[in-house]
């Protein structure tokens, strides 16, 4: 509620957007998400401002190497682990234009604290709208249509972890997202391929009008804008 988001703007907020990262990386990166079979790890070596002790990080996933750097770029503001985690988790859900992971999805988090050497798990998964039972009932058979409406943990995962173990303000950590939706992300053969068959992008009028333009457009246009 209102406590926590003062809790959040309370933390610092540095501009995360690939717009401030160095243009050789960002180019380097975007060519490198044309390339099949590449494997998407970014490492770093970093230096703590307050002891000079030297660490190398790594941000390491499934999907494009822009994601990981947008965890890179956090690493490089101050930031932690999580901080790392989740702005590369929303940088990623844009990279690929929501086909095989969403925003409104759900998320599964391990989470190592190493200052207190305890581990954390986090289970964002499906919850039932407006309180529904689902015990007894399950959601495709409720008399209220709302009710049968799941509604993912991906972001309020996030979130929570965020302010539980993170360092950043959670707004920064959307950052790399953002532009990425509103900038253009690269048109990468997966994505065209998810965009023209992919029964969850086409489901509606508007997906489809909106992903036609990705898988259609001429070969040497190299972006795709939400």
Request: charged share 20%; with cysteine.
């Amino acid at each position: 509620g209102q406590q926590e988001h003062h809790h959040f703007t309370r933390r610092p907020r540095p501009d995360l957007s690939p717009k401030n990262w160095p243009k050789d990386v960002f180019d380097r990166l975007w060519e490198q998400s044309f390339t099949t079979g590449t494997s998407p790890e970014v490492t770093i070596n970093l230096t703590s401002p307050t002891t000079g002790e030297r660490r190398t990080g790594v941000v390491s996933g499934s999907a494009d190497p822009l994601g990981m750097y947008a965890g890179i770029a956090a690493l490089k503001a101050g930031g932690n682990a999580m901080d790392a985690c989740i702005a590369t988790s929303l940088a990623q859900v844009t990279l690929a234009s929501g086909a095989f992971v969403s925003h409104a999805g759900i998320t599964s988090i391990i989470y190592f604290d190493a200052a207190s050497s305890t581990s954390h798990y986090l289970d964002g998964g499906w919850r039932p709208a407006n309180g529904a039972d689902y015990s007894k009932e399950g959601p495709l058979n409720r008399s209220n249509p709302a009710e049968s409406v799941l509604v993912g943990g991906f972001s309020a995962g996030l979130e929570e972890y965020s302010e539980v173990f993170g360092k950043l303000n959670f707004s920064s950590l959307v950052d790399a997202a953002i532009f990425f939706a509103e900038s253009g992300a690269p048109r990468t053969d997966i994505l065209k391929y998810n965009a023209k068959f992919s029964t969850v992008l086409n489901r509606s009028a508007g997906g489809r009008s909106l992903y036609e333009k990705l898988w259609s457009a001429p070969s040497n246009v190299s972006s795709f804008t939400q």
